[in-house]
């Protein structure tokens, strides 16, 4: 509270650190405020009778995970556990268990929010009704979240794992992944990717570093089912590498944090689409060969099932309708390399333009996105100029995917 008078009584840009993933940089700034709660803000406790958690902003979904696994209890988070739960959560939050239990923002029961005039707020469905409804996929617009209360599923142990499918077999398994993700149990998460193979025990030798069609699946229903749910991602191409197996769940979504060191260039951008068109494809089996960098990845996220049954204007989060959230991932170590990784990103989401949504998933984009606002939140960006307007009017909260109180 003391940080957010300062940054505004001395109108100094104020940037709101959690898990710092913010792929544009806003969660940091130059000869401004940076109020970050990653150092000293990552408590959570757990009550499992209730099936809730309350988890403090600067929490990683590791540390929300290590704490709700303990009772055998999850809920929606990402795909790397050192993601922060607050800006995924913010943004609206997909994850392995968006199908079964809907996105992060979806499973949010309140928040504690310090807004732009200094004060502490508790936003829920009973209290501050309209703050709480642009929290959930408004990002960081509106204030600093200081502890989210989540509700938790029963999901303690799954199978899960990763299949490598060859090039020549992409397109199959992007046409197998857009017909059966539709119908297939909600319990199943899953998503196709384009990645060069990493220096994995599993992988053969001889194909480290070539790019290959990937699927990540999870299956959180019932282990001994586990199995024959994902026999038919196994049966859809020869398998050049898997490793699939019951595990934590915890450790799967940890699994691939070793990918994505602190240090990284990053730059992405994001697409919606109700439907994996055949001309979307075939972009796909275009660019998606060329990722440049072992870091660097493009994932379809699927949105469906839980997610649909959310009305449109039940929270910011306007794209219930959208069946597929892709990302194209550009992620490097080298700044010598910025202009040709960044170009492979570009192109790839031209191609990919004519087949989308017009908006896209603001947790995935780049800071030259701002652009994409309104798209991003169709009709309920009005709303939330409103709320921000009401909670913001000088606009402090201004280093994200900006909402503009004057519209």
Not at 165 to 170: E, G, I, K, M, Q
Not at 358 to 365: C, D, L, Q, V
Request: with cysteine.
């Amino acid at each position: 509270m003391t940080a957010v008078d300062f940054a505004r009584e001395n109108e100094l840009d104020l940037s709101v650190r959690g898990g710092s993933h913010s792929v544009p940089g806003f969660s940091t700034n130059d000869d401004g405020v940076v109020i970050d709660l990653s150092a000293a803000m990552r408590g959570v406790r757990v009550d499992p009778r209730s099936r809730t958690a309350r988890a403090e902003g600067g929490c990683t979904w590791g540390d929300l995970d290590h704490a709700t696994h303990a009772f055998g209890l999850a809920t929606t988070g990402g795909i790397i556990s050192t993601t922060g739960i607050a800006g995924l959560t913010l943004g609206g939050g997909i994850g392995h268990l968006s199908r079964g239990h809907g996105l992060s923002a979806d499973n949010l029961i309140s928040a504690d929010v310090v807004t732009a005039d200094g004060r502490f707020l508790q936003a829920g469905e009973q209290e501050n009704e309209d703050l709480f409804w642009a929290l959930r996929g408004g990002g960081g617009n509106f204030g600093v979240v200081t502890s989210f209360e989540y509700r938790l599923h029963p999901v303690k142990d799954i199978y899960a794992g990763l299949f490598f499918f060859p090039l020549d077999r992409a397109r199959d398994v992007l046409e197998f992944y857009r017909d059966y993700i539709v119908k297939a149990p909600e319990e199943l998460g899953m998503f196709p990717a384009f990645q060069l193979a990493p220096p994995l025990p599993f992988i053969p030798e001889s194909e480290h570093g070539k790019p290959f069609c990937i699927v990540i699946a999870c299956w959180a229903g019932p282990l001994e089912q586990g199995e024959n749910a994902l026999a038919p991602v196994r049966d859809v191409a020869p398998v050049v590498a898997e490793l699939v197996t019951p595990m934590p769940y915890p450790a799967f979504n940890s699994a691939f944090d070793e990918l994505y060191p602190r240090g990284l260039q990053h730059y992405w951008k994001a697409s919606f689409a109700s439907e994996l068109t055949d001309g979307a494809i075939e972009a796909h089996l275009q660019n998606g060969p060329r990722v440049p960098a072992v870091n660097s990845a493009v994932h379809i996220y699927p949105i469906n099932g839980a997610c649909h049954r959310v009305a449109p204007d039940a929270t910011a989060f306007a794209y219930r309708d959208a069946t597929f959230a892709t990302v194209i991932a550009g992620m490097w170590p080298d700044p010598a390399r910025n202009s040709e990784n960044i170009q492979w990103v570009r192109d790839y989401y031209q191609a990919l333009e004519p087949h989308s949504a017009r908006g896209g998933y603001i947790n995935f984009m780049a800071g030259d996105d701002t652009h994409r606002i309104r798209d991003n939140y169709r009709e309920n960006y009005d709303r939330l100029v409103a709320v921000k307007r009401a909670y913001d009017p000088g606009n402090l909260f201004h280093m994200n995917q900006n909402i503009k109180p004057e519209g």
